[in-house]
């Protein structure tokens, strides 16, 4: 093979082979095992001419793949013509290299197929810096397996005034150029996404915020676009969206929330990706209400929601962690009330691409908190199937429960009243003083995000419980 050829991680117009070892814990759909990476790998520009896999207890150290199954690889390689090899894992630079003076072609794995796609669907800056951050991360220690020019010895040669001496490996250089790379990129990411941190913080105090969440290609987008003016790019292939976007959805009765269309999931995640696409997901942890969207109609559903919900998991695992850690050092009380996850309403997408109801009847018993509906925009005047059902369900969850309450607010809160008059049901009003005491039909989630953005409100009912369950008391002039 040609060493040269190591240094293009594109695969652009090549021809591809797939290979994977199948594991005892593998994650994979056994009806389409090389589904998924097919898609990836045709996303990113290839070819897929041929799979080869393998089932094995435990992966060989060196090469991942057994000696015999290597040796078959490069024979499927030269009868399919093919340039590139990738395989269905992420290996180490020392497989990598390996298995390439074996087949004698490119091998690339799922982490750099998956970096590529990243790279090349990135608009925006904060995603190139993100990108590039996890390119990065994922390159440095790779850095003496990959590329064979890092092995030359820059010192004593013939460059003039202070190159002699006995120099330094150019590995040593590059590596300190991607230390140093990384650094600056981190410190620009960081800044944006603290300026970024607290408009979400501001506009989640002001508004009620859900997020629409699911594997890549499930049909968030085309969701986002139905229900909002938002524009986000939707196409039917993996990756469509590797931003946050958000914009405001009008449920009627002169109440708005928050939709946050997020960056899909994927099994297998690059490490290196998430962490710098992190800040990104995070929008999901702060969100009042998470709606899950599922491709019902994919065959590969089931290991899809799984992926998701554990992916899920493990961030507000960390984030919850890091929090109370963070509250504690400032503090230093340990009885710090953790913030709570948003509640989760999967819903059941794609439902008029089933050929019948089975499927569909088997999902609804096995999850109870589900919804069935059709993502696109609805014909005509009409909403396809779930969409109401869809706007009453988050209007029910803005509005919290309805409870007839008296409550007394000062007169100079404008905002707090205007509220009240719009999406309350206004009984009874009279004024003292600079007070106005309102009899009202009202939702105590509404009432709690008025209270908790700052509004002087005194609940003149012996039980008015907010969120918490504890009775509210405000001072008023």
């Known amino acids: 093979m040609d060493t040269n050829h190591r240094t293009d991680t594109k695969i652009q117009s090549e021809r591809a082979v797939l290979a994977a070892v199948r594991l005892p814990d593998s994650r994979f759909n056994p009806d389409d095992p090389f589904g998924e990476l097919t898609a990836l790998v045709e996303q990113a520009g290839a070819t897929v001419v041929g799979t ?7 992966p060989h150290a060196g090469t991942y793949m057994g000696s015999g199954k290597l040796d078959k ?9 093919a340039d590139t090899v990738i395989f269905d894992h992420e290996l180490s630079p020392k497989q990598i290299a390996t298995i390439e003076k074996v087949v004698e072609r490119k091998v690339l794995d799922r982490s750099e197929v998956i970096l590529d796609i990243f790279a090349s669907r990135a608009t925006t800056h904060e995603a190139k810096l993100q990108v590039e951050i996890a390119q990065l991360e994922y390159t440095y220690p790779r850095l003496r397996a990959m590329w064979s020019h890092l092995e030359r010895i820059a010192g004593g040669s013939p460059g003039g005034v202070g190159t002699r001496g006995p120099g330094e490996q150019q590995l040593e250089i590059d590596r300190r150029l991607v230390q140093r790379r990384k650094t ?9 996404q603290a300026r970024k941190q607290r408009t979400v913080e501001k506009r989640n105090a002001d508004h009620f915020s859900v997020g629409l969440v699911g594997y890549t290609n499930a049909g968030k987008s085309t969701l986002f676009n139905t229900l909002t003016a938002g524009g986000a790019y939707a196409d039917d292939r993996l990756f469509a969206t590797l931003m946050t976007r958000t914009r405001m959805w009008n449920l009627g009765q002169g109440t708005e929330v928050m939709l946050s269309d997020t960056v899909g999931f994927v099994r297998d995640l690059p490490h290196n990706l998430v962490a710098s696409f992190r800040a990104t997901l995070e929008e999901a942890t702060h969100a009042d209400l998470l709606l899950i969207v599922l491709d019902v109609s994919d065959p590969a559903a089931e290991l899809q929601y799984q992926e998701v919900m554990r992916t899920l998991d493990e961030l507000f695992d960390t984030v919850k962690a890091e929090t109370e850690r963070s509250a504690k050092q400032g503090s230093g009380n340990d009885n710090i009330e953790p913030r709570q996850p948003p509640k989760r309403v999967v819903l059941l997408n794609k439902v008029d691409q089933l050929r019948n109801n089975t499927e569909l009847l ?9 919804l069935p509906i059709c993502a696109l925009p609805p014909e005509g005047d009409t909403p396809r199937r779930g969409q109401e059902e869809l706007r009453r369900l988050v209007l029910d969850e803005t509005l919290g429960e309805i409870r007839e309450l008296t409550l007394t607010l000062p007169m100079r809160e404008s905002h707090a009243l205007n509220i009240l008059e719009t999406k309350a049901d206004i009984l009874d009003r009279t004024y003292e003083g600079n007070n106005v005491t309102i009899r009202a039909r009202v939702g105590i989630r509404l009432l709690a995000r008025m209270k908790s953005a700052g509004a002087q409100i005194r609940f003149d009912d012996p039980e008015s419980p907010n969120r918490a369950g504890a009775p509210w008391k405000a001072p008023l002039p």
């Open 184 to 192: 600056l990129l981190k410190q620009e990411l960081s800044k944006i």
């Open 73 to 81: 690889l490069k024979s499927l390689c030269s009868e399919l013509r």
């Open 52 to 58: 080869l896999d393998q089932n094995l207890q435990r």
């Open 362 to 370: 088997i999902w609804q018993q096995r999850l109870e908190n589900s």
